[in-house]
């Protein structure tokens, strides 16, 4: 499906690299808004994943996907999907369900909605997750 979607080309993006866009859905990622375009570069692989980074994920059970990844060494088969917006739970997919992975690096949006995000209260609430995420490792 995604292979045959239309290639795009814009003069601030590196013509050396394969790039894509993606209109987003949903409030998950706040503060970029649904309808929102994000474009992304092709990442060859999981091993090439910077976690915390932005990313669009095309799966195999969930369609595409437009989370925060975590990859971590020792739980190499899975990844921690966060979304920006803390109304969402975190949750993690097999690795194996992954079929293309886009790392985001920028966004055109519609709208000029100014929405409040604190860096800073982002960063902790993304460690409170991975805490949480790691202890429920733990147990099983």
Do not use: C
């Amino acid at each position: 499906f995604v292979s045959e979607l239309p290639k795009i080309s814009m003069p601030v993006l590196p013509s050396n690299r394969t790039h894509r866009a993606f209109e987003i859905q949903g409030d998950s990622m706040l503060p970029i808004q649904a309808g929102s375009i994000v474009f992304g570069e092709y990442v060859e692989s999981l091993a090439d994943i910077k976690n915390a980074k932005p990313y669009v994920l095309v799966t195999k059970n969930d369609g595409i996907v437009f989370k925060r990844v975590f990859r971590f060494e020792e739980h190499h088969d899975s990844l921690l999907l966060v979304s920006d917006n803390k109304l969402y739970e975190p949750y993690t997919i097999r690795a194996a369900e992954v079929m293309e992975i886009w790392l985001v690096h920028s966004y055109y949006s519609k709208s000029m909605t100014a929405v409040d995000v604190q860096p800073i209260a982002l960063v902790n609430q993304l460690a409170v997750r991975l805490l949480a995420f790691e202890k429920n490792l733990l147990k099983k």
